[in-house]
C-alpha cells in the first residue's frame, strides 16, 4: 500500500481557474506538510500541519488554501490560478514534525501545468 | 538562517566509476539533522538517511556511503560502482530546531547521469 498518495498526479488547467489536490498518508503520522518544486527543481516548504493544526505557513499568495479534515489527510486548494502556479507539489508526512529529527516521507507528486 | 549549498548542478559518469555528490550546509545550530534524497526520472521523492550532528561516524548501506565532517560542514555522499538506475537527481537537506517552526531547507540538488 502506497504511504503518502496524492491525486491528481497530473493536472492541467487554464488561467483563473480553481483547482484542488489531494493528500492522504497511511503511515499514522501527525504531521503533513505541501512543498512547491519549480521547474528547476528547488524544493520550498509552503504549509505544515500537525494534528489539524496549522504550524508553519510559509510566504505564500493566499490564493493557496491547505485544509487539514483530519491529521491523515491534506489538501491543498488554489483559487485563481495563475501561469506561474505551474510546478510540482508534493505532500509529505512525519511522525511528530515538531522534532528536527524526524524524517519527512512524500509522496509522488503533483504536476499542475496552467495554460 | 540555514542553508544548504549542492555545488554540482550535473554529473556524468560512465557506469562502474564511483562519483561523490557534495554537500555544504551552514547553520547556527549544535544540534541538526542532515538528509538525503533521491528524485528518479518518475518523480517521486525517495528517502536515503538521515545523519544527526552528534554523529560523525561514516555510513555505508550497500554501495552507498556518507561522510559526514562537522569541521567542514559538509555530508557528501558516494555511490560505488555506479550503475543506470542510481541516475536521479539527489537533495542534501537540512532540519534544526526553531520552535516548532522546524524547516527541511533543500538544496538546489545535483543531476547525475550514469551512462552506460
Known amino acids: 500500500d502506497t504511504a503518502v498518495s496524492q491525486t491528481p498526479k497530473y493536472l492541467v488547467t487554464q488561467m483563473g481557474n480553481d483547482k484542488s489536490i489531494k493528500c492522504e498518508q497511511n503511515l499514522g503520522h501527525d504531521t503533513m506538510y505541501w512543498y512547491k518544486q519549480d521547474s528547476k527543481k528547488f524544493l520550498k516548504i509552503m504549509f505544515s500541519y500537525n494534528n489539524k493544526e496549522l504550524i508553519i505557513n510559509e510566504t505564500v499568495p493566499n490564493r493557496f488554501s491547505p485544509k487539514s479534515p483530519d491529521k491523515a489527510h491534506l489538501n491543498l486548494h488554489i483559487n485563481s490560478l495563475e501561469l506561474g502556479d505551474s510546478a510540482v507539489y508534493f505532500c509529505?508526512?512525519?511522525?511528530?514534525?515538531?522534532?528536527?529529527?524526524?524524517?519527512?516521507?512524500f509522496g509522488p507528486g503533483t504536476r499542475l501545468t496552467v495554460l | 538562517a540555514q542553508k544548504v549549498t549542492q555545488a554540482q548542478t550535473e554529473i556524468s559518469v560512465v557506469e562502474k566509476e564511483d562519483v561523490t555528490l557534495d554537500c555544504v550546509y551552514e547553520?547556527?545550530?549544535?544540534?541538526?539533522?542532515l538528509f538525503w534524497y533521491k528524485q528518479p526520472p518518475s518523480g517521486e521523492l525517495v528517502f536515503l538517511i538521515r545523519?544527526?550532528?552528534?554523529?560523525?561516524q561514516n555510513e555505508i548501506s550497500g554501495r552507498y556511503s556518507w561522510n559526514f565532517q562537522k569541521s567542514t560542514s559538509s555530508f557528501n555522499f558516494t555511490i560505488t560502482a555506479s550503475q543506470v538506475v542510481d541516475s536521479a537527481v539527489y537533495f542534501c537537506a537540512l532540519r534544526a530546531p526553531n520552535f516548532g517552526n522546524e524547516k527541511l531547507t533543500f538544496g538546489t540538488g545535483t543531476r547525475l547521469t550514469i551512462i552506460p
Open positions: 547553520t547556527r545550530d549544535t544540534t541538526y539533522y
Open positions: 509529505a508526512s512525519s511522525l511528530r514534525g515538531l522534532a528536527p529529527s524526524d524524517t519527512q516521507y
Open positions: 545523519r544527526n550532528s552528534f554523529d560523525e
